[in-house]
């Protein structure tokens, strides 16, 4: 008996089956369907009237037109800035300069902390606001309407005649009309620089826009505040649903035939040949849902369950988990949203599929497997995206047995091949890209090659 016709696949063997085959469109409907979903649940609140940003406040100015320049002047320079004309309380009406809005509490200290160093200003206080509308852009006639308010902070009262007679020898006070007093005001409209202004001193801000404190609030809508690179932040829980296909490029280490008649059953230790030693890929998907938490900004720890099968039958039970450690990120500078993490993850599972081999024998698979991967990861991330690659270091380890179904030699009444598999390669790569579409939620796409061929697509939710 020629063993080497039982054997069945070779390394093209997914390529050869005769059997019926189900097409993946089923995964990308469920991945669209609940993008949808998501998107419809959360976008409500996302958009919702309550919603907040940060804003950094650099100065004020009684005259509309001085606020106007300065904000353009900072806009020149690279940072989105708005007029906002404000009544405050006890003081008149003022035009405020404020940058932004900004995503997170974290990246407007940093701008804040830029501003100063580049001179630009020297007073700043950050601020949590609904979204500023920008008055530089509307009429001057604003400005008039607010200058009998800024004429009472010059010393002029309204409404109020004199009780007392003039003294002797002193000239009687002129009584203004309400006309002249708003002709005075307009004349000489007393101004700020944005180093002058203090909150504190000069006005206290109304109590909706109350100054923040240092720990962001939970209430800001836009982005929610993350850990380092792509971690959640610390004390923070993500949900996510990770589908996998991957074709794992295994090489046959150890191989046996047991052989049965139907009262006896024989084993043997079967030489491996060189070529087909490579010759018994293993290709596989994974259904997997993840729960990951935030210890720190910088260290994040997951674990996973899910299904593992082939063309979406014979679901198996596949389960793991790792940890994601973030080296460093730069927040400041040229090279601000870089950043480098190692991630080292492990799974363990079964794997039961049928296939046809290029010789013409049909074949099942049972598989038992486990695998170990490091990752050494570089990136570069913004508010509302991260592009990321970086090596990988793999261990896969299978034990398989393949029973013939059909041409079965006259005489046996069973062929079975007990095998050994390990990973062909031992290093890779991968790259991937991360998107924001809620403030919650996002999408990732990610690859490998090398260690072995996989695409991974990702929806995940952050609270």
């Known amino acids: 008996m020629k063993l080497a016709t039982l054997t069945g696949s070779t390394r093209n063997h997914s390529w050869a089956r005769a059997l019926p085959r189900r097409t993946g469109s089923f995964w990308w409907w469920t991945l669209i369907s609940l993008i949808t979903v998501s998107w419809v649940v959360?976008?409500?609140?996302?958009?919702?009237?309550?919603?907040k940003y940060y804003y950094i406040h650099v100065g004020s100015f009684r005259a509309k037109e001085k606020a106007t320049k300065v904000a353009r002047g900072l806009q020149q320079k690279g940072y989105r800035s708005v007029v906002s004309g404000e009544r405050v309380q006890n003081k008149g009406y003022w035009y405020r300069i404020y940058v932004g809005p900004i995503s997170s509490l974290q990246q407007a200290k940093l701008q804040s902390s830029e501003l100063k160093k580049r001179g630009l200003t020297?007073?700043?206080?950050?601020?949590?606001?609904?979204?500023?509308?920008?008055?530089?852009k509307k009429a001057v006639r604003t400005a008039k309407k607010a200058a009998p308010v800024a004429a009472a902070t010059a010393g002029i009262k309204l409404g109020q005649p004199s009780k007392t007679a003039p003294s002797v020898g002193k000239k009687a006070p002129t009584i203004q009309t309400s006309q002249?007093?708003?002709?005075?005001?307009?004349?000489?409209?007393?101004?700020?620089?944005?180093?002058?202004?203090?909150?504190?001193?000069?006005?206290?801000?109304?109590k909706p826009d109350a100054k923040i404190s240092e720990k962001p609030s939970g209430e800001i809508s836009e982005l929610q505040r993350r850990g380092y690179g792509r971690n959640i932040s610390a004390g923070k829980l993500s949900l996510s649903l990770r589908q996998t296909y991957r074709e794992v490029n295994t090489e046959l280490t150890d191989r046996t035939s047991v052989t049965s008649d139907g009262t006896t059953s024989t084993k043997q230790d079967l030489p491996i040949s060189s070529s087909e030693k490579n010759d018994f890929d293993t290709d596989m998907n994974l259904s997997m849902l993840r729960v990951g938490l935030g210890l720190t900004d910088f260290l994040e720890v997951f674990g996973e369950i899910g299904a593992c099968y082939d063309d979406f039958e014979d679901f198996n039970l596949v389960y793991g988990g790792g940890a994601r450690l973030n080296l460093f990120e730069a927040k400041t500078g040229s090279l601000r949203g870089l950043y480098s993490a190692l991630e080292a993850n492990y799974h363990k599972g079964k794997l039961d599929t049928e296939y046809q081999s290029i010789e013409g024998n049909r074949f099942t698979k049972n598989a038992d497997w486990w695998d170990f991967t490091g990752k050494g990861e570089i990136g570069f991330t913004r508010n509302r995206f991260a592009l990321y690659g970086g090596g990988t270091y793999f261990v896969y380890r299978?034990?398989?047995?393949?029973?013939?179904?059909?041409?079965?030699?006259?005489?046996?009444?069973?062929?079975?091949?007990?095998?050994?598999?390990?990973?062909?390669?031992s290093f890779g790569a991968y790259g991937g890209l991360s998107v924001s579409l809620t403030?919650?939620?996002?999408?990732n796409v990610e690859g490998q090659v090398f260690t072995q061929s996989s695409i991974t697509g990702v929806i995940e939710y952050r609270f």
């Open 42 to 51: 959360t976008t409500p609140t996302h958009l919702s009237a309550a919603q």
């Open 122 to 136: 020297k007073y700043t206080a950050i601020y949590k606001k609904s979204l500023i509308r920008d008055d530089s």
């Open 180 to 206: 002249q007093r708003v002709e005075a005001a307009k004349k000489a409209p007393p101004t700020v620089s944005p180093t002058e202004e203090r909150p504190k001193e000069t006005y206290p801000p109304p």
């Open 398 to 425: 299978e034990d398989t047995d393949r029973k013939q179904l059909e041409n079965i030699p006259p005489g046996l009444t069973s062929v079975k091949f007990e095998d050994d598999l390990e990973e062909e390669n």
């Open 439 to 443: 403030p919650g939620l996002l999408v």
